[in-house]
Each structure stands twice: as C-alpha cells, then as structure tokens.
C-alpha cells in the first residue's frame, strides 16, 4: 500500500475533530494536566464520568518530570503508596520511610492510566475564561489555541460545557484568578478571595491540602497546589504524596456533586 500523505493529513484532522467535539459537553472539565488533575480525571472516568483535561503545555505532568530541582526523582509518603501502586508506578522505600519513584515514569503512568480509564487529554489549549451563566455557576470553560497566546495574535476563543470545573493549574491557580478577576466572584476561603501560597513547609502543606481540596465557588472544585494557593497554605516543593491524594479527594467532591445535580 502506498502512503498517502493527504489521507495522513485527512485522519488526523477529522479524528481531532470528533474527539473534540465530544469534549464540548461533557460532565467534567479540568484545567492542567499536572498530577493532581490527572489523578482527577482517572478517577472520574474509571468511574465512568465524561471527563476532559485541557492542558496548556505540549506536554503533561505539569511540575512532576522535573523533580525537585530538575533531580528527576519524586517523594512520595507512605500515606500515598496505594496510589502509586494502583498507577503501577514502582517506587522504592527509603530508610526514612518515604519512598521514591522516577519523576518521569510516574507522570508518563499518571497520564497513561487517566486516559486509558477513558478521560480525555487535549495539550496546547489554555484555558482563558470560564462560562458562567444566570445561576452564577461556572458551567465551562473558554479555550484557545496557547500558540494563539504566545504570538500575541487577536483570535476569538472556543468554548466548552462542563456540569463541573476542577482548577488544577497549580501554583498561579488560572482559573480561580478568572473568577475573581472578571467576575469579583467571592471564593469559599477565609477572605473571600485567593489568599496566596505561604512558604515552603512540606508537613503543613500536605496536611492541609486535604481540606483545601474542595468546591470554592458553584460548579469550581480547585485541587492540587491551586487548593493550597488558593486557601493561603504553604507550598510543599517536590513531595508529590498530596498532589495524587488531592486529584482523587477532588474526583470524590466531583462525584458526590454530579449525584446531587439535579438534571438540566
Ligand atoms: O503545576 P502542576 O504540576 O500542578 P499540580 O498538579 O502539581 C503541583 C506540582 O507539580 C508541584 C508542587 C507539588 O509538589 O508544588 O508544583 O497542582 O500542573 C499544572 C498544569 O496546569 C497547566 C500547566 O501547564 C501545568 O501543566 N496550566 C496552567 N494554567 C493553565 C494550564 C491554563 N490556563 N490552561 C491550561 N493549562
């Protein structure tokens, strides 16, 4: 058989194209593909849940290939092993008690595992704005191409629906900052705003992460660093424990929500 480069070219666009006209309605829609929003998205969709990742970046994982210090090795604590086990993503107990694992493999398995359990990662889209309606609840999100921002050019966006948002997007929280930013939305923390990442201190930041990981305006669960940033809780640099345990916390709150959802 010969290759065609116009049928090459044929398939990748129209395969492109179905895929990402499923993603317009869907039941979540997360913003980046770190390892608290794939951990997120597997959980959702091994439930069965429509979920989409837009990602920003050409590639995923967010802060995890690097490591601490471009050190490609991540902590994880003991309290997170099950997760690291149930992605298959071997690690290896230190005398401390903390284990290690390869920054590279565990993001390539964390990405892997999401998209097999069925959700859907979309890379080189940012997500500029979010859709808000009568209710006042963030009911999707606005698209663009991040080429389209990094050459500066004027092109109208895309959007998507979503019955729920999940602001995975870490330390600069995007799209909490939206909500705030163009909407003077009131978030569910002690100011009423985004209260800023405190210093690093692991042991604070993975305690509270956990409680941080939760709805912080209608139809917005923030998750991963972006909880912590957005609550006012120290950043916890290269433990990864919290992010995974994070995702999976956001994907519960997710979960609960769409079964309480009364049907549009
Ligand atoms: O930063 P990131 O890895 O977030 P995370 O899942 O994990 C944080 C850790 O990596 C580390 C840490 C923990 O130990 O402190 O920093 O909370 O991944 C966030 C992803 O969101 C993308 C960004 O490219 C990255 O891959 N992102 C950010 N803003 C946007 C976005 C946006 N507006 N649209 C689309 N993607």
């Given amino acids: 058989m010969q290759l065609d480069d116009v049928t090459i070219s044929r398939l990748i666009t129209r395969s492109f194209t179905e895929s990402f006209q499923e993603a317009m309605d ?10 608290s929003g794939m951990a997120a998205a597997y959980y959702l969709a091994r439930e069965g849940v429509k979920t989409v990742i837009f990602e920003r970046a050409l590639k995923t994982g967010g802060g995890m290939p690097g490591g601490g210090m471009m050190f490609n090795t991540i902590v994880v604590q003991e309290s997170a092993k099950a997760i690291l086990d149930e992605f298959g993503i071997r690690s290896c107990e230190s005398e401390t008690g903390y284990f290690t694992a390869d920054s590279v493999e565990a993001s390539a398995a964390l990405c892997l595992k999401a998209m097999q359990a069925g959700a859907k990662i979309f890379n080189l889209m940012s997500i500029e704005d979010v859709m808000i309606r009568e209710d006042d609840r963030v009911s999707g999100l606005v698209l663009n191409w991040t080429a389209v921002h990094m050459a500066g050019l004027h092109v109208d966006p895309l959007s998507v629906r979503a019955k729920l948002v999940i602001d995975a ?3 600069a929280s995007e799209i909490c900052h939206i909500v705030v930013d163009k909407l003077h939305g009131r978030l569910d923390t002690e100011g009423g705003g985004i209260m800023g990442e405190k ?6 930041a993975e305690q509270r992460i ?7 305006y209608p ?6 660093m972006a909880a912590n940033a957005v609550c006012g809780t120290h950043r916890m640099g290269p433990i990864f424990g919290g992010m995974l345990l994070s995702g999976k916390r956001a994907a519960e ?6 079964k309480s959802r009364v049907p549009s």
Wanted: charged share 20%; aromatic share 2%; glycine share 16%.
């Fill in 26 to 35: 869907i039941d979540v829609a997360i913003g980046g593909a770190g390892p």
């Fill in 169 to 171: 997007t870490g330390h």
């Fill in 199 to 204: 210093s690093m201190w692991a042991e604070v």
């Fill in 210 to 216: 956990m409680e941080n990981t939760r709805e912080v």
């Fill in 219 to 224: 139809g917005l669960i923030v998750a991963g």
């Fill in 253 to 258: 709150v997710a979960l609960e929500k769409l």
